[in-house]
């Protein structure tokens, strides 16, 4: 059995800069993470308060370092109309840039600091079983073993490792959506684009749909579109000829 003071379930950002705090302050912390590291995950375009966690976490030297593309504000469109937000145009202390970042590259940078740090973390590994008790938390990993913790943090994202095993999931009463997406070699010549902004487009006819362009420093791109089935998926399109289909519609 293995006795720590917290167990982290989930290895992305989240759960290494957890991991690293709560390291820093004294607590023996082990993490465990279902995927092998680097793995292929969206939810690239960083906002700047980001970086006050990285910073806390003790990451933010390795992450400046890296060569991330710098991220300065966001952009939107929609027919004619652009608007930009800039992100150093405020009122309050604290970061005013990030990073547009590949997932893959990022969340590996972070855990492998947060091990250099002294965190404990198993990859490959997966919560299995969780058994609330008085005294502590018992959970039972997917290799077989016993973690005695006396808290359990779930950062496990989409995943909502905690939520599905105590039965607290609650049906969204939200329109369900569809995100179609990929990575490509961007190619961009228009010497007015920005690549420091994210950019956002809004569907001409339906305002319930968007795409997104997020550059990378690689000259490579994620971009993606959002919306429910019946606006954005075509009849007999797999997904990717659905993305292209959209885009080609109606290009950012």
């Known amino acids: 059995m293995k006795e720590v003071d917290v167990l982290v379930v989930g290895a992305g950002p989240s759960g290494s800069i957890c991991s690293a705090i ?3 302050n004294g607590f023996k912390v082990y993490c465990v ?6 793995r292929f995950v969206i939810g690239e375009s960083l906002l700047p308060n980001c ?3 990285i910073q806390e976490a003790g990451f933010l030297e390795a992450v400046n370092s890296y060569g991330f593309q710098y991220k300065n504000g966001a952009a939107f469109s929609w027919n004619d109309e652009y608007r930009y937000f800039d992100f150093c145009d405020k009122t309050t202390p604290g970061h005013g840039t990030t990073f547009q970042v590949v997932r893959g590259e990022f969340d590996k940078i972070l855990i492998d600091e947060a091990i250099k740090q002294g ?3 198993d990859f490959g590994i997966e919560a299995k079983d ?3 008790k008085p005294e502590c938390v018992l959970t039972t990993l997917s290799n077989g073993e016993l973690v005695r913790s006396k808290y359990i943090v779930d950062a496990s994202g989409y995943s909502r490792v905690l939520p599905s095993m105590l039965g607290l999931e609650v049906k969204s009463h939200l329109s369900p959506k569809k995100a179609y997406f990929t990575h490509i070699a961007d190619k961009i010549s228009e010497p007015l684009y920005d690549r420091n902004k994210i950019l956002i487009t809004t569907y ?3 305002r319930n749909v968007w795409f997104w362009l997020i550059p990378f420093s690689n000259g490579r791109c994620s971009i993606g579109v959002v919306g429910e089935d019946e606006y954005i998926k075509s ?3 797999n997904e990717l000829e659905t993305l292209k289909n959209m885009f080609i ?3 950012c």
């Open 119 to 121: 965190v404990l973390v």
């Open 51 to 53: 970086m006050n966690y």
């Open 235 to 237: 009849e007999g399109l």
């Open 33 to 38: 993470e279902k995927e092998h590291f680097p």
């Open 204 to 206: 001409p006819e339906y």
């Open 22 to 24: 709560l390291n820093k």
């Open 249 to 251: 519609r109606h290009p």
């Open 130 to 132: 969780i058994e609330f």
